[in-house]
């Protein structure tokens, strides 16, 4: 796939989906969410950076991870090592020491090349059932050039891709994918902006601005569309360029 210019922060990578577009799917989480969503599926995908989480069902509170960080005398407390404080460097020490599998990493670092590798496996799927990979999260727009390298490397690897999107991004980075993105998968939460705010963190002006710029520009082959909406009649979408959506999503 040439030489790697580009690495960015994945939390998961899932085979066989059947959710996240037409078809057998490849689905990318990518770290990083500028919204707080309330009912937000995936938390581990809102920081940008790797971290490390604590399955708290799992913990017998027995202190081994305390016991092995090396900044141990220095952090107050006993039993469950807290996660992120202020001295951790993310070496890994708590986690392969906790008997339970409790503590995990949540985000690794890895290139286009990295990822593609594991895209390509599964090819075959995606050529039987007309399906491909999706670009997800957290907000995949976040990581925009590792986003723009996995879609120019799927592009010329003829795979069919999607993009799963809050909209909550930089206008000009929403176009500048757009004409190597075969599906946006657009997730817009509300269309009153009091309610958006109070459930997700922020307004909506800007998503509901780039979702009318990107069905009404015309520089460039438009994409399809979908809509995954939360609690949205088809009616209330028009005049926000969907007149080419196939279908809405509860």
Known sequence: Y????????????????????PGIRTTVF???????????????????????AVVESRC???????????FNESLPGEGMLQTGHELCTLCGDCVRTCPTGARQFTGTEMTADEVMCQIVRDR???E????????????????????RELLESCRAEGISTAVDT??????????????????FLYDLKFMDDVRHRRYTGVSNAAILNNLETLGSSGAWAAPTRWMKCRSLPPSSLRGYGTSSVPSVSP
């Not at 040439?2 to 939390?11: A, C, L, P």
């Not at 809050?166 to 599906?183: E, Q, R």
Request: net charge negative.
């Open 60 to 70: 017998l509170v027995c202190g081994e991870c305390r016991r092995a960080c090396r």
């Open 128 to 147: 039987e059932s007309r399906g491909g990979v999706t670009f997800s999260g957290g907000e995949p727009l976040m990581q925009i050039g590792f986003l």
């Open 124 to 126: 075959i799927f995606y």
């Open 2 to 21: 040439g030489i790697d210019m580009q690495s960015g922060v994945v939390f998961n990578i899932q085979k066989y989906c059947l959710h996240d577009g």
């Open 30 to 52: 990518l770290k990083g969410c500028p919204l707080s969503c309330s009912w937000c599926h995936n938390p581990e995908g809102i920081a940008p950076e790797a971290e490390i």
């Open 166 to 183: 809050c909209g909550y991004a930089c206008t000009g980075d929403l176009l500048g994918v757009a004409p190597i993105t075969d599906l």
